[in-house]
């Protein structure tokens, strides 16, 4: 039953469990029959919605989710936009330390990537920036 007065509550974006990725572009993502506007992360748990929006707002923060999960991912995509752009050395770095494999490509290229690597069941987890 709702309760009067509480308004619109506002979640973060999250979907509970895996799924490929369907289409990408627009300024963000469908996957699971569902669309998502903005970059995302597919991990173990599910898929979140994702803050960076640029290669140059990409933090160790920012991957604090996969950190959390790296036990699960052996392979993290990772999506630059519509070129492909190097990640810093020392967020690879951290990746390395984790015994996670990073490889950063185009998004669109990490999308086919991923999708492959998902319906193979193995463990990939993948970081996209939207595309226009």
Known sequence: MAQRGQ????????????APVDAYGNGGFRFAKMSHRGSIL????????????????????AFERVFEEAGEIEVLLIGTGPDIRRIP??????FRARAIRADAMATGAAVRTYNVLLSEDRAVAAALLAVD
């Open 89 to 94: 050395p020392w967020l690879r770095e951290e």
């Open 42 to 61: 597919s991990v173990p748990s599910g898929i979140y919605g994702w803050t960076p929006a640029a290669v140059e707002e990409l933090t160790v923060e």
């Open 7 to 18: 308004g619109i509550v506002i979640r973060d974006a999250h979907f509970p469990g895996r």
